[in-house]
């Protein structure tokens, strides 16, 4: 019998960058990428499955420090990123501040959230590892605008997120679409399949905290009402399985503003989610993927100008035609 050899995610990026004559930067960062998402893979496995991980400042039966998973996951990260010496500064969920990498000889800025849907860690249920991608402007001055961190989604290069610890990984490049890999026995990402959201509303589901539908606002509120039997419901609250599940089978995943909460100070009408690292990352491959989204005011998220880089925003991403009929309810 012959053996069957698939293509792996190093030889499918390879033959990419030859296609669009670019360099091999691009493969030396994903390549530091991938190695800290298979390192928090590891840790995932051994620790948090086995329950040695505990909480942050807790003591172990060793009489150790225990450190969270999302520490971990964000330590992990961040030494892959810098020892690669191709990122300028980084973003990430677990750092008050900008991380400032290789400043004069670095071509990208990269937006991460290394360990996001941490109430699932405790079950060993799935949680996502989320990154954007920016380029530096290499023509210009290094202080130019385009060097700067805050950059819109509509700018990144490319977004992708790892599965924990499925072995999934999907990854969107720039008008070059959105492609799914999985983690074969060699732990080797392969086998590109391109993802495009169904047109088809057969499948389509339905991803959102639905304990949180009273405190919607009333546009929100009635569309849910009208058009909830319409989808199949699912949530795994963790975007990254949430958004997975959606770029197969099509649908809506949303993260509405919740603004008629009893307790006015739980109310958060910027959303929950992140733009940097969460929103811009599905956005950007839902794009890639055929779809669209949006935030409640009906702004494409890709093109919202980020003012912060913790900045939070409502979220809508899915089928760009559930988004289409959304814009005509914010607008
Ligand atoms: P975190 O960044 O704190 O891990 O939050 C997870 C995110 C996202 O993955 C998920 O879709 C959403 O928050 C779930 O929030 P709720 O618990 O409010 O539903
Ligand atoms: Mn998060
Ligand atoms: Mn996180």
Known sequence: MPVEFEQTFRNFLMGHQEKYNRTYHFLILM?????????IELYYRTGALKGNLGVAGSINVQGENVMKMDDIANE????YLASNKRVIQAVSEECA?????NKSGGRYFVYFDPLDGS?????????????GIAKRNLEGSIK?????HLRQGSEYIAAGMFVIPTGMFTLALRDAGCWRFHSDETATYVKPVRMILPENPQNWELSFNAGNTSVFSEKVGGWIKDNISKYKFRYIGALAGDFHRLLSNGGLFM???????PDPKENRP???????YEANVVAFMCREAGGDAIDETGTRILDIKPAGHHQRTTLYVGTKSVIDELISVFK
């Open 270 to 276: 910027q959303g929950k989610l992140r733009l940097l």
């Open 144 to 148: 130019g605008p385009e060097d700067f």
């Open 119 to 131: 109430s699932n860690v405790a079950h060993g249920l799935p949680v996502g590892f989320l990154f």
């Open 97 to 101: 501040d900008v991380i400032d990498m």
């Open 31 to 39: 390549d530091s990428i991938v190695a800290a998402a298979k390192r």
């Open 76 to 79: 992990i990260v961040l030494h």
């Open 255 to 261: 993260y509405p503003a919740i603004v008629n909460h």
